[in-house]
């Protein structure tokens, strides 16, 4: 067995080779919600996964022929082990997937991920891979900046898990020759006195030469690691200080927590992070359909509905590829590999091939050219009603 890593499923190639996986019984998908929260053995999601392929089992028993029944029902059995791995309490991850390429020799493969999946489980030619790319375009890297007073913690987070990659402790400036002076008796004199003012200028400075440092560090580690978008959190006083330190970032993209969240562990520290960012991104996908609609509305740099996106995808415009999950796009392949929308290739008397999966070859071909790819859920209901949840934004 194969295992994939959260960074090789951050590159594109890697992305797609998956979906490219092919083998003659055809490739079975399982994905797994193994959030163990409201479910501490994982025995209901084990229960929910059987009952999956038994089904799966019924529906290819009655389309037939009985042999491929048969040979799905012999390669579900051997893979006993690794389809309990899925819902094992001993294993990481609340989100799993496993792909079986059945009947060949091509090795099955394993994913997990802090982030929860919903549980999935598809038969089909190749690998389904559409919550691998919802599951990506959310869990995309972001920065973390964490600060106190004293000190600054820098972390990358992406796919639910949290990782500190730098610690940054304010420099002591010291303190110059005081002189306190004399001091009145009432409250509002001591408050203004010289040594208080001095006082108060220096952790002033200190905490310049920290913004400044962490600034340098923040904008160094988010182009190492390929930064998005980043959380701030310093308290009522350090949070906009911060946020306004981070430049280079668009305003969207700075998320504000003002709570005091340095201090926690771990595993808090996950799931805080986690549950804002959830939050930003329904915003950002938002934004993105309303943005993709306007674009080809407006100046004619975007696409709208399946037709146009498969032109512009043929001719390599796409820089962005938006699409709604639930929707099963339907058209043909032409025997130079040129995709055509529903009926498009009959209408013109074009040779070509019926294409049952069209959506996934909508996504190799963005990949194939360096397209974003972004799911949402629900597109077609919403901005995108009328071009059926399918849109693109255009390089030209």
Not at 182 to 195: D, F, I, L, T, Y
Not at 299 to 324: C, I, K, P, Q, T
Not at 353 to 363: D, F, G, I, M, N
């Amino acid at each position: 067995m194969t295992e994939l890593s959260a960074n090789e499923l951050f590159d594109p190639e890697a992305l797609l080779a998956l979906s490219r996986r092919t083998a003659p019984g055809g490739a079975l998908s399982i994905y797994a919600h193994a959030d163990s929260g409201s479910d501490p053995g994982l025995q209901g999601a084990a229960i929910d996964i059987k009952n999956r392929l038994t089904q799966l089992e019924r529906n290819i028993k009655a389309e037939g022929p009985p042999e491929r029944a048969q040979a799905l029902r012999s390669e579900i059995g051997r893979r006993g082990p690794e389809i309990e791995r899925l819902t094992s309490p001993e294993e990481h991850g609340r989100g799993r997937a496993l792909f079986v390429l059945l009947g060949g020799e091509e090795p099955d493969i394993w994913f997990s991920s802090q982030m929860a999946l919903t549980t999935r489980v598809v038969l089909d030619s190749g690998p389904f891979i559409h919550p691998l790319l919802e599951l990506l375009d959310e869990g995309r890297p972001a920065g973390v900046v964490l600060a106190s007073h004293e000190e600054a913690r820098l972390l990358d987070w992406r796919l639910g898990e949290v990782r500190e990659l730098e610690r940054i402790e304010a420099a002591v400036v010291e303190a110059t020759h005081e002189r306190p002076g004399s001091v009145g008796s009432s409250p509002s004199n001591r408050a203004r006195s010289p040594k208080r003012e001095l006082r108060d200028a220096r952790e002033q400075e200190q905490t310049r030469r920290l913004l400044e440092r962490v600034q340098a560090a923040a904008s160094r580690l988010g182009g190492e690691h390929g930064w998005e978008r980043v959380l701030v959190s310093g308290g009522d006083r350090l949070t906009e200080p911060l946020a306004a330190a981070l430049t280079g970032l668009p305003e969207d993209m700075i998320i504000r927590d003002a709570r005091v969240l340095i201090e926690l562990d771990e595993a808090s520290l996950a799931s805080i992070i986690t549950d804002q960012l959830h939050a930003q991104h329904d915003a950002y996908e938002s934004r993105l359909v309303q943005q993709t609609r306007d674009a080809a509305l407006g100046s004619g740099s975007g696409a709208l509905g399946l037709s146009e996106v498969v032109g512009a995808l043929n001719e390599g415009r796409v820089s962005h590829l938006v699409y709604d999950p639930a929707i099963r796009y339907r058209g043909s392949v032409s025997a130079d590999g040129r995709l055509h929308a529903g009926e498009e290739a009959v209408s013109t008397a074009i040779d070509a091939t019926a294409e049952l999966r069209l959506t996934e070859r909508l996504v190799e071909q963005a990949l194939e050219t360096g397209a974003r790819v972004t799911p949402v859920e629900g597109a077609a209901g919403g901005v995108l009603a009328e071009a059926e949840g399918i849109a693109a934004l255009l390089r030209w």
